[in-house]
């Protein structure tokens, strides 16, 4: 089966770290997208994993372990724009896209 | 260059009456998508398209739902005898690619089933 896990709400401070973790079962793997999605608006793009390890982009990095099953996002100084869902979704490569529930993240003042 | 659009972005509809959802890619994305988003959920993955291909039909809800791609461009996406739990936003992707490219996602037409 398929199934992805997201914390459904996280809130931060302004300025500070926060992680937002994704655990998936997936019949297939192929890679793992983070999404950010504001409410009212389409999901954009924040970055694709495909090998084990960290990677960095700006204030967002992100973080895949292909045999844990396991990745997070990370976000640095957080500003209040950044208080949106974040989406994780599997590359199931060949079928078909599996995305979380999302994680909605408040960043309070 | 211009974004993903979709047509309309509103529509209202009674239930049982059939409709249909518009999709403009990127020009130049092979890979196309289509998703769907009941409020406050996350997103549910419908069918891609691969050219004027969907190789794996397997995600849309029911036998009432059906896509299809023309010209390696716009898609449609048809929903017949609507039923009031296909009130959802309908989100269309495209990347340059299938699978490894980031997907673009347009703005989403809100259907409303009464």
């Known amino acids: 089966g398929q199934n992805i896990d997201q914390p459904t709400e996280m809130t931060a401070t302004e300025g500070a770290i926060v992680q937002i973790n994704c655990t998936y079962q997936t019949s297939g793997f192929n890679g793992l997208f983070w999404y950010q999605q504001h409410a009212g608006e389409a999901p954009t793009f924040l970055s694709y994993?495909?090998?084990?390890g960290l990677e960095e982009k700006g204030r967002f990095s992100s973080f895949l372990s292909r045999s844990k099953g396991y990745s997070y996002l990370l976000l640095k100084e957080l500003q209040m724009k950044d208080s949106a869902s974040y989406l994780c979704?599997?590359?199931?490569?060949?079928?078909?896209?599996?995305f979380g529930p999302g994680t909605r993240l408040s960043v309070l003042p | 260059g211009a974004g993903v659009s979709q047509s309309p972005s509103n529509k209202v509809t009674e239930k049982g009456k059939d409709v249909e959802l518009r999709c403009d890619p990127i020009?130049?994305?092979?890979?196309l998508y289509w998703y769907r988003q009941r409020l406050g959920q996350g997103l549910e993955f419908l069918i891609y398209f691969q050219g004027n291909s969907a190789p794996d039909k397997s995600g849309l809800p029911s036998d009432r739902f059906s896509a299809e791609r023309t010209g390696e461009s716009v898609s449609t996406l048809t929903i017949q005898r609507t039923q009031q739990e296909d009130s959802a936003v309908y989100l269309c992707?495209?990347?340059?690619?299938?699978?490894?490219?980031?997907?673009?996602f347009g703005p989403g037409t809100r259907l409303t089933v009464l």
């Open positions: 020009s130049g994305h092979t890979a």
């Open positions: 979704a599997v590359d199931n490569y060949g079928q078909n896209f599996v």
């Open positions: 994993n495909v090998l084990d």
């Open positions: 992707a495209s990347s340059l690619e299938y699978s490894s490219n980031e997907q673009f």
